[in-house]
């Protein structure tokens, strides 16, 4: 069985970097087909797809959040991670991590964290 667990600040304040890691178990971040994504949640709003982060190294990101978004991993740890410059208040939302191993597309996850609040607030 799969488990996610994101941690990171809960508070960040504006024009800084948001960074946040997810730690896995019960998957391999190195696996063939194992992709890692992070998907965030505004109050009030739906759910917004931000990157994608594959076995291999390859990333997707949502053109929208591109030049502000990076999506990296550590394989020792067994852990990807999040960075998101010069956030706003606008970046305020619940963050969660997904994922899925073997094949198919990408952008399909079966396997979710809890789920982290971050507040972006002096």
């Known amino acids: 069985q799969v488990q996610l667990q994101e941690s990171g600040p809960g508070l960040v304040k504006p024009s800084q970097t948001l960074s946040l890691t997810c730690t896995v178990s019960?998957?391999?971040?190195?696996?063939?087909?194992?992709?890692g994504a992070w998907i965030r949640q505004p109050p009030g709003k739906g759910l917004e797809w931000m990157g994608v982060?594959?076995?291999?190294?390859?990333?997707y990101y949502n053109p929208s959040l591109k030049s502000r978004t990076s999506i990296s991993k550590d394989a020792p740890k067994n852990q990807f991670t999040l960075q998101l410059t010069s956030v706003t208040p606008a970046d305020t939302a619940v963050y969660y991590c997904?994922?899925?191993?073997?094949?198919?597309?990408?952008?399909?996850?079966?396997?979710w964290g809890r789920g982290i609040q971050v507040t972006v607030s002096l």
């Open positions: 997904a994922s899925r191993e073997g094949g198919g597309s990408s952008f399909d996850y079966d396997s």
């Open positions: 019960g998957a391999s971040v190195t696996s063939g087909g194992y992709r």
């Open positions: 982060i594959r076995w291999d190294g390859t990333t």
